[in-house]
């Protein structure tokens, strides 16, 4: 009997696996409305609709897991919203990774899946960022500092951990600190990744909820707003540093007690700047989030320092702090995202401005400088200078003598880079025709 019936409940049994997969083949639905509505939604890096509308998504998001060969998906879903005057917003619509495990333990794998086929997303203002005052608070009087001047170490440190903070959420920790007394901070992106809110302790102890937060995945970079008003925050520097240039880095190592209290809150070290990177889609050593130019540094850099300040020795940020290559396997070896790149996604997102003048501009009006015209088809372009976010196209620049690396980006076309040799007096022009991106 037992042979007989071993045939049978195979066939049953792959019937059912049958049926399963069935029900959950092809696409379905999910709506997604916006408040308010007009929003871009982003799908895998292509616009797919304007809401109130529908995305196509596998039907393997949906239903019980109940058999080793049910319809699953491996991957989350995600979505990015974009409307003129909110702030960019990534939405992950699914939960997960969950486990399914069959009854005897032989088989298993993890999915994620759609509690709903609606959503309904609250987008929030630039003005949500900016806050109500001057959004860049008191660094507008920082351009009258000379950045140049080298100030003791323990001055440094004890003028700049006022602003540094510690980002808390349901994933983890890392660390964070305010770039406008109107309470913006930065981080890394992956210190929030997949969180739609976060708890900022600040130094004095303080928690702050938020859940405004903006995430900009390449250049591994977090923007979240608090309720804080005259808020200490740090300047940061407009220029690059140089090679051998010494460095601070302040941050709240990932180490805890059995309750979860951090136990090294605001660690120092100090190291130099091994070099200067220039990483893009097109650059062999690029890995993932690590687009723009970044600062290279030997400063030792750990777990939970992750957003925190990479500070000079005028007391000026130079960078964001990450880790170092995953799988470099050297000490020694580790990156913070250039200060330039975080204000020009200050700048180009929010539009504030954040900092002093540049260095070439105030070299520019104490001496005598040369003047580069700077046009774009199509016009409106972001115009960098030796990776400085100087303004859009057209513009009419004056540049400090030397060697200056001038590009010219826009969203959508590729982007347009020359080295120009900058004479006293002089004057130059350029004329960038940009080659819309062709999509693969």
């Given at each position: 009997m037992q042979l007989s019936r071993s045939p049978l409940s195979a066939l049953v049994l792959c019937g059912l696996?049958?049926?399963?997969?069935?029900?959950?083949?092809?696409?379905?639905?999910?709506?997604?409305?916006?408040?308010?509505?007009?929003?871009?939604?982003?799908?895998?890096?292509?616009?797919?609709?304007?809401?109130?509308?529908?995305?196509?998504?596998?039907?393997?998001?949906?239903?019980?897991?109940?058999?080793?060969?049910?319809?699953?998906?491996?991957?989350?879903?995600?979505?990015?919203?974009?409307?003129?005057?909110?702030?960019?917003?990534?939405?992950?619509?699914?939960?997960?990774?969950?486990?399914?495990?069959?009854?005897?333990?032989?088989?298993?794998?993890?999915?994620?899946?759609?509690?709903?086929?609606?959503?309904?997303?609250?987008?929030?203002?630039?003005?949500?960022?900016?806050g109500q005052g001057s959004p860049s608070g008191g660094a507008t009087a920082s351009s009258a500092i000379v950045e140049s001047e080298s100030l003791p170490i323990e001055q440094i440190i004890h003028n700049s951990l006022p602003a540094i903070v510690l980002v808390k959420t349901s994933a983890g920790s890392g660390s964070g600190f305010f770039i406008t007394d109107e309470g913006l901070i930065a981080t890394n992106a992956h210190v929030v990744e997949g969180q739609q809110s976060a708890t900022i302790v600040t130094a004095s102890g303080k928690e702050l909820p938020s859940s405004n937060i903006y995430v900009d995945q390449d250049r591994d970079l977090a923007l979240i707003k608090v309720d804080a008003h005259n808020a200490p925050f740090l300047l940061l520097s407009p220029s690059i540093p140089v090679q051998g240039a010494e460095v601070i880095a302040i941050g709240t190592?990932?180490?805890h007690d059995a309750d979860g209290v951090s136990l090294l809150p605001n660690s120092v070290t100090k190291g130099i700047v091994s070099g200067v990177r220039q990483f893009s889609d097109e650059t062999v050593a690029n890995v993932a989030r690590r687009t723009g130019t970044w600062i290279q540094t030997d400063t030792t850099i750990n777990h939970g320092n992750s957003g925190g300040p990479l500070i000079n020795r005028a007391g000026y940020v130079v960078g964001v702090n990450t880790l170092?290559?995953?799988?470099?396997?050297?000490?020694?070896?580790?990156?913070?995202?250039?200060?330039?790149?975080?204000?020009?996604?200050?700048?180009?997102?929010?539009?504030?401005?954040?900092?002093?003048?540049?260095?070439?501009?105030?070299?520019?009006?104490?001496?005598?400088?040369?003047k580069i015209s700077i046009s774009s088809t199509p016009a409106g372009a972001d115009i960098e200078i030796d990776g400085v976010f100087l303004g859009n196209t057209p513009s009419d620049l004056a540049v400090a003598e030397g060697k200056r690396v001038v590009k010219i980006t826009k969203k959508g076309y590729q982007p347009y880079e020359r080295t120009l040799q900058v004479q006293p007096g002089g004057s130059q022009r350029i004329s960038a025709e940009l080659d819309p991106v062709v999509a693969p």
């Amino acid at each position: 009997m037992q042979l007989s019936r071993s045939p049978l409940s195979a066939l049953v049994l792959c019937g059912l696996f049958s049926l399963s997969q069935m029900a959950h083949a092809g696409d379905k639905k999910v709506s997604i409305d916006t408040s308010p509505e007009g929003a871009q939604v982003e799908l895998n890096g292509n616009i797919t609709c304007t809401t109130p509308c529908s995305i196509n998504v596998s039907s393997g998001y949906f239903g019980a897991k109940h058999f080793a060969y049910s319809s699953h998906v491996d991957d989350p879903l995600a979505i990015r919203l974009i409307k003129d005057g909110f702030v960019p917003k990534n939405v992950t619509l699914t939960t997960g990774p969950h486990v399914w495990n069959s009854f005897n333990g032989g088989a298993s794998f993890e999915f994620y899946q759609l509690d709903t086929d609606h959503f309904n997303i609250r987008l929030d203002p630039v003005q949500a960022f900016v806050g109500q005052g001057s959004p860049s608070g008191g660094a507008t009087a920082s351009s009258a500092i000379v950045e140049s001047e080298s100030l003791p170490i323990e001055q440094i440190i004890h003028n700049s951990l006022p602003a540094i903070v510690l980002v808390k959420t349901s994933a983890g920790s890392g660390s964070g600190f305010f770039i406008t007394d109107e309470g913006l901070i930065a981080t890394n992106a992956h210190v929030v990744e997949g969180q739609q809110s976060a708890t900022i302790v600040t130094a004095s102890g303080k928690e702050l909820p938020s859940s405004n937060i903006y995430v900009d995945q390449d250049r591994d970079l977090a923007l979240i707003k608090v309720d804080a008003h005259n808020a200490p925050f740090l300047l940061l520097s407009p220029s690059i540093p140089v090679q051998g240039a010494e460095v601070i880095a302040i941050g709240t190592p990932g180490i805890h007690d059995a309750d979860g209290v951090s136990l090294l809150p605001n660690s120092v070290t100090k190291g130099i700047v091994s070099g200067v990177r220039q990483f893009s889609d097109e650059t062999v050593a690029n890995v993932a989030r690590r687009t723009g130019t970044w600062i290279q540094t030997d400063t030792t850099i750990n777990h939970g320092n992750s957003g925190g300040p990479l500070i000079n020795r005028a007391g000026y940020v130079v960078g964001v702090n990450t880790l170092g290559f995953a799988g470099a396997g050297t000490p020694g070896i580790n990156f913070a995202l250039s200060s330039t790149e975080l204000a020009q996604v200050v700048h180009q997102r929010l539009g504030v401005t954040l900092g002093a003048k540049t260095d070439s501009t105030q070299h520019a009006e104490s001496s005598v400088a040369g003047k580069i015209s700077i046009s774009s088809t199509p016009a409106g372009a972001d115009i960098e200078i030796d990776g400085v976010f100087l303004g859009n196209t057209p513009s009419d620049l004056a540049v400090a003598e030397g060697k200056r690396v001038v590009k010219i980006t826009k969203k959508g076309y590729q982007p347009y880079e020359r080295t120009l040799q900058v004479q006293p007096g002089g004057s130059q022009r350029i004329s960038a025709e940009l080659d819309p991106v062709v999509a693969p």
